[in-house]
């Protein structure tokens, strides 16, 4: 029988936490080979599990007297508040007490915390938080989508080596499609950071496919989106109210007559079906992708059905030995890191080579 997965869950990030963050786990408990340890103020958490008939699970509690809030400065997790939630469940991690960390809090807090604690994965320059979006035809990986305003070509290419990765080992695609998001499929279209990243990933042993527009990425043409991450979390914010509004309308049109009222009774099973490949809880969480150790970050208005998935994504992540497979990739595309296929490309571009490690990640709150 496999060990179980043991997943450190922060009971006091989220909008609805800790409330939602302890049903979540209870449920996770139920239903997945986990032991889950709460981290968060322990009365706030006992009050709560005992709701639950949740003595017999394997769920334990570890006291933190802090909560990085939504509004706090993501550095506050290494520079104030040092026994918070966020902080006191990465070292956790770190000490090798869990196997994956899960947070549905500040998600720029969980990013600079984990960059303190856990360390980046060697040759990483920048971590990257890669998504998992729905398709017409299965799934894809948009990344980055938050943690990293400003990027280089490199980050592109080094995005784009994770997230292949984990889209191979924890959704099972066996070879995932690779596609730079820009304005067209020309490759005289885009920003020179695109346009560099474009160059740079024909050099890949990746199944790079080149550009891919906004409107063609949900057709499933892609497994592996790679981008900015303002761009990335302003497509992933449209995405997700775009979903909501036409949710919204649809209900609006179906309550209009009588005959509508029919249709939908009708279409009832294929509407929930589609209801649920776009609902975002289904997912669960987002692995932050560059750090020693899995972390995955929750949606912040997570209830308790996302944060029970969001274990489930930790315990996947944590198997499939992701981390291992990601660094192999990195060592089978080490040319990409130093000169490349195309001589003193990096310095002749940047003025330093691609080993680079001092370069600046900007956080998101």
């Not at 592109?156 to 070879?175: D, E, H, N, P, W």
């Not at 596609?179 to 199944?207: F, Y």
């Not at 944060?307 to 990739?329: C, E, G, L, P, T």
């Amino acid at each position: 029988m496999p060990k179980r997965a043991r997943i450190v869950l922060d009971a006091m990030g989220g909008d609805f936490a800790p409330h939602a963050v302890i049903e979540g786990a209870v449920l996770a408990c139920r239903e997945f080979p986990v032991e889950i340890i709460l981290v968060g103020r322990q009365q706030a958490i006992n009050n709560d599990l005992k709701k639950y008939q949740a003595s017999f699970l394997p769920i334990t509690i570890r006291h933190a007297s802090e909560v990085i809030t939504m509004s706090d400065s993501p550095l506050d997790v290494v520079r104030k508040k040092k026994d918070s939630s966020i902080r006191i469940g990465l070292e956790l991690l770190r000490d090798n007490s869990a196997d994956a960390f899960v947070s549905a809090g500040n998600s720029g807090a969980v990013v600079s915390g984990a960059l303190f604690t856990l360390k980046r994965i060697k040759g990483i320059d920048r971590p990257a938080i890669a998504t998992v979006m729905p398709t017409l035809s299965g799934h894809m990986i948009v990344s980055d989508v938050g943690a990293n305003n400003a990027c280089k070509p490199f980050n592109l290419v080094q995005f784009a080596i994770m997230s292949s990765v984990y889209s191979k080992y924890t959704l099972g695609c066996s070879r995932p499609r690779v596609a730079v998001l820009s304005n067209g499929e020309e490759e005289t279209k885009g920003t020179e950071l695109i346009r560099l990243s474009n160059d740079l990933l024909k050099q890949s042993n990746l199944h790079y496919k080149g550009y891919v527009e906004g409107r063609d990425i949900f057709r499933g043409t892609v497994d592996v989106v790679v981008c900015d991450g303002f761009t990335g979390n302003v497509l992933l914010k449209v995405a997700e109210g775009v979903a909501q509004s036409l949710g919204a309308a649809m209900k609006q049109e179906f309550k209009r007559s009588i005959l509508a009222t029919i249709g939908y009774l009708l279409a009832r099973s294929a509407l929930g079906h589609i209801k649920k490949r776009f609902d975002y809880s289904e997912y669960g969480a987002a692995p932050l992708l560059g750090v020693t150790s899995p972390v995955m970050i929750a949606h912040g208005s997570s209830k308790a059905k996302a944060i029970k998935n969001a274990v489930r994504a930790a315990m996947h992540f944590a198997n499939s030995k992701v981390i291992y497979h990601i660094q192999n990739d990195l060592e089978i595309n080490k040319d990409l890191h130093t000169i490349g296929k195309k001589p003193n490309l990096i310095d002749r571009v940047f003025g330093y080579p691609l080993k680079e490690k001092n370069a600046r990640t900007d956080l998101p709150h």
